[in-house]
């Protein structure tokens, strides 16, 4: 987020997470004060409005609170938590396109409502990061997909070749309700605290059609699901998750199927030598108690030595390296990251752009800037040559359409012009920084 946590807010933090990585019984009774702390709900409004977003069902923006006070605001919010007066608004459901195909459900909570998130997060996240199993890499305190991405490389670099490929279905939306907040009272006693996660599941979700009129769904006779969007929801999906991955190290399943787990909030991928087939079937009978389903479809077992997998964006498998005419396993950005790149680059170079250059440049390097600040891990090379050939193409033919070129553009805008003078980033791969993470 960029923001820098006080030191008192990170002092406690640190209390917290001390007090539950000695004492994994203990249980947390007064909380519920430490949420609506004038100095963590002004630093969880900080946090929201460096994350940005849109408006909720009530329209409120983060210039129109500014525009009326925020002190008054987050004082507001304060007095309505300590009076335990507070009641979510409905959460603004809306449709966005899946990365692989498809449209999934993506939840806006009001801003204030986002704040108080932030501000329950705050609190809980140390508690809760304490118990989280280490193989998890999703939505954690320094932890990253690529740290992730490091571990399947090397456990494939190990011999764990045979590759369960693992996909949950909706998992977000088919997160059973009690048995979450089972795993949230395992720590948490404070009833104040467990109202407000309570309401915040059963927050009822706002559909508008075109015309802006809206439809309710969910509400108090949910039973399950929480919407992505949400600020608490990742903690909480982390959090249910880990049931699965503590209950494989619980049972010896490293030992029993020479396997290893590699998980990112939903997406996860089972490593094994072979015993793969085995583990998958225990996997999908764990995954039914667990009130989970494996997408069929999705999920399968990947012979990582003589064929690929997808995660998290790479391809892993044998790559052919030139020079010494020799295979080796390794990582490359996956074919289908490369084009969802192209894609978006043609959208933001489209004819009809009217912005002027510098801004249309801007927006580029910055989708550039971060697509080249993931995917810098393993082999690069051949992703990074189709990347800086389409993105000279389509910014040079973007320039001859807007300034009426008869030609193609070639001798006016060469290549290094457009990475020189006109000041659009060269694609390059940014250096990795390995961690070593427990």
């Known amino acids: 987020m960029g923001l820098q946590t006080p030191v008192k807010i990170r002092t406690f933090q640190r209390k917290l997470y001390l007090k539950a990585k000695a004492e994994p019984d203990f249980r947390f009774y007064l909380l519920y004060d430490k949420i609506h702390r004038a100095d963590i709900l002004r630093h969880a409004y900080r946090l929201a409005k460096a994350n940005?977003?849109?408006?909720g069902v009530d329209g409120m923006t983060f210039e129109h609170v500014e525009s009326e006070g925020l002190d008054e605001w987050l004082s507001g919010i304060r007095k309505e938590l300590r009076a335990k007066a507070y009641s979510p608004q409905p959460v603004l459901g809306v449709m966005i396109l899946k990365p692989g195909g498809g449209r999934r459900p993506l939840g806006i909570p009001t801003i204030g409502d986002r704040v108080i998130q932030t501000a329950a997060k705050l609190v809980l996240e140390p508690i809760f990061e304490a118990d989280l199993e280490p193989n998890a890499y999703g939505y954690r305190p320094k932890r990253s997909a690529l740290d992730a991405i490091r571990?399947?490389?090397?456990?494939?670099?190990?011999?764990?070749?045979?590759?369960?490929?693992?996909?949950?279905?909706?998992?977000?939306?088919?997160?059973p309700h009690s048995e979450l907040m089972q795993c949230v009272a395992r720590r948490i006693v404070d009833r104040n605290v467990l109202r407000l996660i309570k309401l915040w599941l059963k927050a009822p979700v706002e559909n508008r059609d075109k015309g802006g009129r809206g439809q309710m769904s969910g509400g108090r006779k949910s039973k399950k699901g929480t919407p992505q969007g949400g600020v608490v929801s990742?903690?909480?999906?982390?959090?249910?998750?880990?049931?699965?991955?503590?209950?494989?190290?619980?049972?010896?399943?490293?030992?029993v199927f020479r396997?290893?787990?590699?998980?990112?909030?939903?997406?996860?991928?089972?490593?094994?030598?072979?015993?793969?087939?085995e583990a998958l079937q225990w996997t999908s009978a764990v995954m039914d108690?667990?009130?989970?389903?494996?997408?069929?479809?999705?999920?399968?077992?990947?012979?990582?030595?003589?064929g690929n997998f997808d995660?998290?964006?790479?391809?892993?498998?044998?790559?052919?390296?030139?020079?010494?005419?020799?295979?080796?396993?390794?990582?490359?950005?996956?074919?289908?990251?490369?084009?969802r790149l192209k894609q978006k680059v043609r959208t933001m170079l489209r004819p009809c752009e009217k912005g002027a250059w510098p801004d249309v440049r801007d927006r580029l390097?910055?989708?550039l800037r971060g697509w080249c600040t993931y995917f810098c891990y393993g082999t690069t090379q051949i992703a990074y040559r189709a990347v800086e050939r389409n993105v000279y193409n389509r910014v040079r033919r973007f320039l001859v359409s807007r300034h009426k070129v008869r030609s193609r553009g070639i001798h006016r805008f060469p290549s290094q012009r457009v990475f020189g003078e006109l000041g659009v980033l060269l694609p390059r791969p940014r250096k990795f920084a390995a961690r070593r993470v427990p």
């Open 52 to 55: 940005d977003g849109s408006a």
């Open 151 to 175: 571990m399947v490389h090397e456990l494939l670099c190990k011999g764990y070749t045979d590759v369960v490929d693992a996909d949950l279905s909706k998992y977000f939306d088919t997160i």
């Open 311 to 339: 995660f998290l964006g790479y391809t892993f498998g044998r790559i052919w390296f030139r020079k010494n005419g020799r295979w080796y396993i390794g990582a490359s950005p996956s074919k289908t990251s490369v084009k």
């Open 234 to 255: 990742p903690l909480l999906a982390n959090l249910y998750m880990n049931r699965f991955l503590r209950y494989w190290r619980v049972k010896g399943c490293n030992e």
């Open 259 to 277: 396997a290893q787990v590699v998980s990112y909030a939903d997406d996860f991928v089972i490593l094994s030598r072979g015993k793969a087939d």
């Open 289 to 306: 108690r667990l009130g989970l389903k494996l997408n069929q479809d999705k999920t399968a077992v990947r012979d990582a030595y003589n």
């Open 365 to 367: 390097n910055a989708l």
